[in-house]
Protein backbone atom coordinates (compact mmCIF):
# COMPACT_ATOMS: atom_id res chain seq x y z
CA UNK A 1 0.00 0.00 0.00
CA UNK A 2 1.39 3.51 -0.83
CA UNK A 3 2.17 5.88 1.64
CA UNK A 4 -0.10 8.40 2.22
CA UNK A 5 0.64 12.22 1.91
CA UNK A 6 -1.17 14.25 4.31
CA UNK A 7 -1.51 17.83 4.95
CA UNK A 8 -2.00 19.57 8.39
CA UNK A 9 -3.36 23.15 8.72
CA UNK A 10 -4.06 25.63 11.05
CA UNK A 11 -6.72 28.22 9.56
CA UNK A 12 -8.90 30.72 11.17
CA UNK A 13 -12.40 31.43 10.36
CA UNK A 14 -13.34 27.98 8.16
CA UNK A 15 -17.19 27.00 7.17
CA UNK A 16 -17.54 23.20 6.34
CA UNK A 17 -20.47 22.53 4.46
CA UNK A 18 -22.07 18.93 4.11
CA UNK A 19 -25.12 17.52 1.59
CA UNK A 20 -26.72 15.03 1.38
CA UNK A 21 -28.09 13.57 -2.20
CA UNK A 22 -26.58 16.99 -3.77
CA UNK A 23 -28.62 18.94 -1.26
CA UNK A 24 -27.01 20.93 1.27
CA UNK A 25 -27.95 20.13 4.83
CA UNK A 26 -25.32 21.79 6.87
CA UNK A 27 -23.36 24.75 7.26
CA UNK A 28 -20.37 24.65 10.24
CA UNK A 29 -18.44 27.85 10.76
CA UNK A 30 -15.70 27.83 12.87
CA UNK A 31 -13.72 30.83 14.13
CA UNK A 32 -10.55 28.50 13.96
CA UNK A 33 -9.90 25.04 11.96
CA UNK A 34 -6.67 22.79 12.40
CA UNK A 35 -6.37 19.04 11.75
CA UNK A 36 -6.23 16.49 14.39
CA UNK A 37 -4.63 12.69 14.10
CA UNK A 38 -5.08 13.23 10.59
CA UNK A 39 -6.22 15.61 7.69
CA UNK A 40 -9.42 13.67 7.40
CA UNK A 41 -10.18 15.01 11.30
CA UNK A 42 -10.60 18.60 11.61
CA UNK A 43 -11.04 19.76 15.58
CA UNK A 44 -12.90 23.62 15.32
CA UNK A 45 -13.15 26.34 18.33
CA UNK A 46 -16.08 28.51 18.63
CA UNK A 47 -18.47 26.25 16.39
CA UNK A 48 -21.98 27.83 14.79
CA UNK A 49 -23.60 25.40 12.96
CA UNK A 50 -26.81 25.69 11.00
CA UNK A 51 -28.94 22.67 9.83
CA UNK A 52 -31.12 23.24 7.04
CA UNK A 53 -32.01 20.04 5.79
CA UNK A 54 -35.56 17.98 4.94
CA UNK A 55 -37.60 21.16 3.70
CA UNK A 56 -37.82 22.11 8.16
CA UNK A 57 -37.28 25.15 9.84
CA UNK A 58 -33.24 26.01 10.40
CA UNK A 59 -31.73 24.47 13.65
CA UNK A 60 -29.29 26.50 15.14
CA UNK A 61 -26.08 25.20 17.09
CA UNK A 62 -23.58 26.61 18.51
CA UNK A 63 -20.84 25.24 20.81
CA UNK A 64 -17.25 25.89 22.17
CA UNK A 65 -15.58 23.13 20.26
CA UNK A 66 -16.12 20.70 17.95
CA UNK A 67 -14.64 17.91 16.23
CA UNK A 68 -15.52 16.88 12.42
CA UNK A 69 -14.22 13.41 11.59
CA UNK A 70 -14.48 13.48 7.37
CA UNK A 71 -14.48 9.73 6.80
CA UNK A 72 -17.19 8.96 9.21
CA UNK A 73 -19.20 11.64 8.86
CA UNK A 74 -19.28 12.17 12.67
CA UNK A 75 -19.59 15.86 13.74
CA UNK A 76 -18.87 15.89 17.93
CA UNK A 77 -19.54 19.31 19.64
CA UNK A 78 -18.19 19.97 22.93
CA UNK A 79 -18.55 22.43 25.69
CA UNK A 80 -21.83 24.44 26.15
CA UNK A 81 -23.83 23.57 23.02
CA UNK A 82 -27.22 25.00 22.98
CA UNK A 83 -29.71 24.26 20.08
CA UNK A 84 -32.08 26.55 19.14
CA UNK A 85 -35.21 26.20 16.95
CA UNK A 86 -36.41 29.23 16.65
CA UNK A 87 -39.53 28.53 14.82
CA UNK A 88 -41.02 26.56 17.35
CA UNK A 89 -39.08 28.45 20.26
CA UNK A 90 -37.20 25.53 21.63
CA UNK A 91 -33.93 25.87 22.98
CA UNK A 92 -31.86 22.66 24.26
CA UNK A 93 -28.32 23.01 27.09
CA UNK A 94 -25.47 20.28 26.88
CA UNK A 95 -22.23 19.28 27.01
CA UNK A 96 -21.88 16.92 24.43
CA UNK A 97 -23.50 16.18 21.21
CA UNK A 98 -22.68 13.99 18.89
CA UNK A 99 -24.33 13.79 14.85
CA UNK A 100 -23.73 10.82 12.56
CA UNK A 101 -24.55 12.03 9.07
CA UNK A 102 -24.95 8.65 7.81
CA UNK A 103 -28.21 7.74 9.63
CA UNK A 104 -29.48 11.55 10.32
CA UNK A 105 -28.63 10.86 14.25
CA UNK A 106 -28.03 13.35 16.90
CA UNK A 107 -27.26 11.80 20.33
CA UNK A 108 -26.83 13.11 23.50
CA UNK A 109 -25.34 11.11 25.98
CA UNK A 110 -25.57 13.50 29.22
CA UNK A 111 -27.29 15.66 30.79
CA UNK A 112 -29.89 17.12 28.78
CA UNK A 113 -32.61 20.64 29.14
CA UNK A 114 -35.01 21.46 26.97
CA UNK A 115 -37.27 24.41 27.14
CA UNK A 116 -39.72 25.72 24.81
CA UNK A 117 -42.87 27.97 25.46
CA UNK A 118 -45.11 25.80 27.64
CA UNK A 119 -42.87 22.71 29.13
CA UNK A 120 -39.41 22.29 30.61
CA UNK A 121 -37.25 19.00 30.31
CA UNK A 122 -34.64 17.34 31.43
CA UNK A 123 -33.05 13.86 30.81
CA UNK A 124 -29.67 11.79 30.91
CA UNK A 125 -29.65 11.51 27.29
CA UNK A 126 -31.09 12.06 24.41
CA UNK A 127 -31.58 10.58 20.86
CA UNK A 128 -32.59 12.48 18.12
CA UNK A 129 -33.64 11.35 14.42
CA UNK A 130 -33.23 13.89 12.09
CA UNK A 131 -35.17 12.04 9.37
CA UNK A 132 -38.70 11.59 11.12
CA UNK A 133 -38.17 14.77 13.91
CA UNK A 134 -38.21 12.05 16.38
CA UNK A 135 -36.63 12.51 20.04
CA UNK A 136 -36.28 9.47 22.84
CA UNK A 137 -35.83 10.63 26.15
CA UNK A 138 -34.18 8.79 28.66
CA UNK A 139 -31.87 8.23 31.78
CA UNK A 140 -34.10 10.18 34.30
CA UNK A 141 -36.62 12.30 32.95
CA UNK A 142 -38.48 15.19 34.61
CA UNK A 143 -41.26 17.26 32.57
CA UNK A 144 -42.67 20.48 33.98
CA UNK A 145 -45.52 22.11 31.84
Known sequence: MPARNEQHFI????????????????????????T??????????KVKARYIGKNRPPTHIDSEKGHYFINDRHLLLIENVVVSRPLSREVMYTQLLHYYDANKMA???????LEGPSFNLEAGR??????TDGYDFSEGVKVNL
Open 126 to 131: MDYDLS
Open 11 to 34: MDTVTITLTSNGKKEWTINADRAF
Open 107 to 113: ISPGHVE
Open 36 to 45: GNSDRDIKME
